[in-house]
């Protein structure tokens, strides 16, 4: 069982509506007329999502998400309020499989304008361990820039449907962390900002100037991560969280997850025999946790087999004890610590 849902629901409950006030208490006067012209009243479901609206909404849109920072996101449970919050929103924006309770309430929201990022892409099915392996990239851009594509990202996670082992209630069993591909990352910038000008058009030209500079800089981040990875000395990472599967492949690395999708479940004593023998043949360093969980399994991994620990952030949300403050900043970090896991310099 995850520690984590051990915390009382009630606390967790309190203190999400807590984060809710401050984020909400400045933009609900500015929102609440929705169509006199004032700031679009989006919701989005956890900080990768929010990061988009609120970088390619701008000044034009108040944005609120359920997920506080440091919840994890995976086991948000909403309070009767944040749901009374969805169906008053003008824009929903969501990740389809990552939080249940999120996909139940937007389903019986009503709300027009609701965008699921998973059909904004291709998701594909990624295990424990993930190999990076040449494919089509030039195609897969040609995914997800508008919405009437959404139905080839939901064909593609319902043909991956079996012996994923990384399943967030995501129909099919597809790996949902499409996020830290950068370069998928901005296929879902650009469908986003199509449905804001679509949502909002008296404000389409500034969602379009502010979709272009963000991919243009995700872009940057592409280029930042094939150069720092292009020559490792082994291309094997070791994690506890099994979320970097697409980042793995855009990179042409291997991910090897400890104990699947939960990164605070023990490992049994074979899959750390198995870690210590995959570490030898592929000289692997370190073994990765991440900032909203405990490190306790790497800590215990790395005694045992001799590897050193590192942070690698799955960037489901931003605290302060994050490497950085914002997307931007914490993906460079994690490049940072994948040079040097991996002895790319």
């Known amino acids: 069982m995850n520690v984590r849902r051990l915390i009382p629901t009630t606390a967790v409950a309190g203190a999400v509506v807590l984060g809710l006030t401050a984020l909400s208490a400045c933009s609900t006067s500015d929102a609440a007329d929705g169509g006199n012209g004032d700031k679009l009243k989006v919701t989005a479901s ?21 997920t506080k920072p440091g919840v994890e996101p995976h086991d948000l449970e909403l309070t009767p309020r944040q749901i009374g919050s969805i169906s008053e929103s003008d824009y929903v924006l969501y990740l389809k499989g990552i939080q249940p ?3 139940d309430a937007i389903k019986q929201s009503g709300v027009k304008n609701t965008v699921d ?33 959404g139905h080839e990202g939901e064909e593609a996670h319902e043909e991956h449907s079996e012996g994923d082992g990384h399943n967030h209630g995501q129909d099919g069993g597809a790996d949902p962390h499409i996020w830290l591909d950068p370069v998928k990352y901005a296929e879902v910038a650009k469908g986003v900002g199509t449905s804001l000008e679509k949502a909002d058009p008296d ?7 502010n979709t272009d500079a963000l991919v243009a800089e995700l872009g940057e981040l592409n280029t930042a991560y094939e150069t720092g990875l292009k020559n490792p000395a082994t291309k094997t ?24 999708i939960d990164p605070e479940a023990e490992p ?12 030898e043949k592929e000289k692997a360093t370190t073994v990765f946790f991440e900032t909203l969980a405990s490190d306790k399994t790497a800590k215990t991994l790395a005694k045992d087999t001799g590897l050193e620990t590192g942070v690698l952030d799955p960037l489901e949300g931003i605290t302060e004890k994050s490497q950085g403050a914002d997307y931007i900043e914490v993906m460079e970090s ?12």
């Open 101 to 103: 309770a999120v996909d």
């Open 203 to 209: 404000h389409a030209a500034d969602y379009k100037k």
């Open 117 to 149: 990022a998973a059909t904004l892409t291709t998701l594909e099915n990624h295990g424990s361990e993930v190999s990076g392996h040449d494919h089509d990239h030039e195609g897969e851009e040609e995914h997800g820039h508008e919405g009437e594509h």
């Open 237 to 260: 990472f070791i994690t506890t969280h099994s979320a970097f599967g697409y980042l793995a492949e855009r990179y042409g690395l291997t991910q090897q997850g400890i104990a699947g």
């Open 268 to 279: 049994s004593p074979a899959r750390i025999q198995e870690i210590h023998t995959i570490a």
């Open 334 to 345: 994690n490049l940072a610590a994948l040079q040097k896991a991996l002895g790319a310099k």
């Open 46 to 66: 956890f900080y990768p999502m929010q990061f988009l609206a609120e970088r390619i909404g701008g000044e034009h849109v108040a944005v609120t998400s359920l």
